[in-house]
């Protein structure tokens, strides 16, 4: 029995560690400090908690708090003060909660790009007239994107010739490649959006 529950504890014990964190943690080397972020390539809000703990360095002992942490941006949590001539060693536990608290710490978020549940990669003919709908609103979107001007990529171009060979000239929208899968009516970033979300 006791073995059983042992190895039910361990299993469960890897299944957690197994589990993606959905916030990772980046360090920034300033003068004399190190300074710790929080990045959400999430398209939901987190509230952390970061919790550092070692030698070399020293922090406020404050009580950590919860840190809002809004959907696909970069916020600071804390800068830890290096002891001059000495290497720091220390562990970071960083805590995440999707239960959103009216209590949470809201600090200036720095907005990211993310990479989008398929690729995109758009195609923008010479005789484009729609193109502009999709990529502006695109540009200033969190997803990150390709774009190949086809005046510009003439080997790029030759081989969307063999897709669409008599169209391809006269084309005035823009051709999308979504995860590897051509579209030619996708002509705004709602249309995008739609098939983006698509299983």
Not at 130 to 141: K, V
Request: net charge positive; aromatic share 8%.
């Amino acid at each position: 029995m006791k073995i059983r529950l042992l190895a039910m504890f361990l299993l469960a014990l890897g299944v957690l560690s197994a589990q993606e964190t959905p916030i990772k943690v980046e360090t920034k080397d300033i003068p004399n400090r190190l300074a710790f972020y929080a990045v959400n390539e999430n398209e939901q809000d987190f509230d952390v908690q970061i919790k550092i703990s070692g030698t070399n360095f020293r922090q406020s002992q404050g009580r950590p708090r919860w840190i809002r942490v809004p959907a696909t941006s970069k916020v600071h949590l804390k800068t830890i003060v290096l002891i001059r001539g000495k290497l720091p060693n220390y562990a970071v536990e960083l805590l995440t909660n999707d239960s959103l608290s009216r209590r949470a710490l809201k600090k200036e978020a720095q907005p990211i790009k993310i990479n989008p549940k398929k690729s995109i990669t758009i195609y923008i003919p010479e005789s484009c007239s729609s193109c502009d709908s999709l990529i502006n609103p695109l540009a200033d979107s969190h997803y990150k994107y390709i774009a190949h001007y086809l005046s510009e990529t003439p080997e790029i171009k030759e081989q969307l010739k063999s897709y669409y060979p008599t169209t391809l000239d006269s084309m005035t929208t823009p051709i999308v490649n979504l995860g590897g899968r051509l579209y030619t009516q996708i002509d705004n970033y709602d249309r995008l959006l739609e098939e983006l979300n698509k299983q």
